[in-house]
């Protein structure tokens, strides 16, 4: 599939790349990637991450970097990208693409009111809401006008940013904020193209998660029968979609695409 804003040669991010949506991710872009193109990939597990990178062909180099991005800071992302650019000139790259995909869910079995460990937000927020914000501020900093990149920057977002759900306060707070961040990102940068995409019930640990720790009983029963039904997506499947999505270009940068949606 040939995507513009996936042409030339690329430097990409992807968050959480060692399971889940953001293997995928990574996998499914790293083989559309032209010739030359580097790719990063963050998560905690290692050795998972090399995993995913076996699975990109080998025109594209690929590095694989360990860190809690729960308890990273500005200048330890800084040093992690600029090590993983240390054999590249900045200008050599045609587009930068970010994808922001790493997320957890948080406690699930507390209601609004039982919130008021203030460490649990810091926490909950650190990883989902206030490093992505960081780690995109790093990335434009480094690539700067001078530079002269196109820019792709993909928040992988979900219903729950923009629908309440019981229990689930830290993860449909801190969705709907990480949105709105790249929504606002969007109108104070209109050279950049933003996508908050939002990737339908996958298959994936956190989908278990919630299978298993919702308070919400008829909730966690709805989620239960799409797995029974096989209704519940596949990585691939939202991946392509998304790919879809990109090649398409239908929607406006900021705008939040869920997987159903009919552009
Ligand atoms: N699955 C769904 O149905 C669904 C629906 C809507 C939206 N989403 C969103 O899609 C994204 C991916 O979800 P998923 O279902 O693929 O989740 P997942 O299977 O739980 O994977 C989460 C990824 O984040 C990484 N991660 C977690 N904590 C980390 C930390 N402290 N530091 C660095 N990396 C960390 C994990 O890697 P390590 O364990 O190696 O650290 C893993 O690669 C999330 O933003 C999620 O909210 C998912």
Request: proline share 3%; with cysteine; aromatic share 8%.
């Amino acid at each position: 599939m040939s995507i513009k804003v996936l042409s030339g040669k690329v430097f990409l991010v992807v968050t959480g790349a060692s399971r889940g949506i953001g293997k995928q991710l990574a996998i499914s872009i790293g083989s559309v990637l032209e010739k030359g193109s580097h790719m990063l990939l963050l998560a905690t597990n290692l050795n998972a991450l090399k995993e995913t990178a076996k699975n990109i062909p080998a025109s594209v180099s690929v590095d694989t970097v360990s860190a809690d991005l729960a308890k990273t800071t500005k200048d330890k992302l800084h040093d992690i990208i600029m090590q993983s650019l240390k054999d590249q000139t900045l200008h050599q790259f045609d587009r930068v693409v970010v994808i922001h995909n790493v997320g957890s869910l948080g406690p699930m079995n507390q209601c609004t009111n039982d919130l008021t460990d203030i460490n649990m937000w810091h926490d909950y927020y650190d990883l989902n809401v206030f490093v992505p914000a960081i780690l995109n501020g790093v990335i434009m900093q480094i690539f700067n006008e001078k530079t002269n990149t196109e820019k792709l920057i993909i928040n992988i977002t979900s219903l729950y940013g923009i629908k309440p759900g019981k229990y689930l306060s830290y993860y449909c707070s801190g969705k709907a904020a990480r949105e709105m961040f790249f929504k606002v990102f969007a109108v104070e940068n209109p050279e950049i193209n933003v996508l908050n995409y939002s990737p339908g019930p996958v298959e994936t640990d956190m989908y278990y998660e919630i299978c298993n720790d919702l308070a919400d009983k008829q909730v966690k029963t709805e989620f239960k029968d799409m797995l029974t039904k096989k209704t519940v997506l596949t990585c691939e499947q939202t991946v392509n979609r998304l790919l879809t999505v990109l090649k398409e270009q239908k929607y406006k940068s900021g705008d939040h695409v869920d997987y159903y949606d009919e552009l």
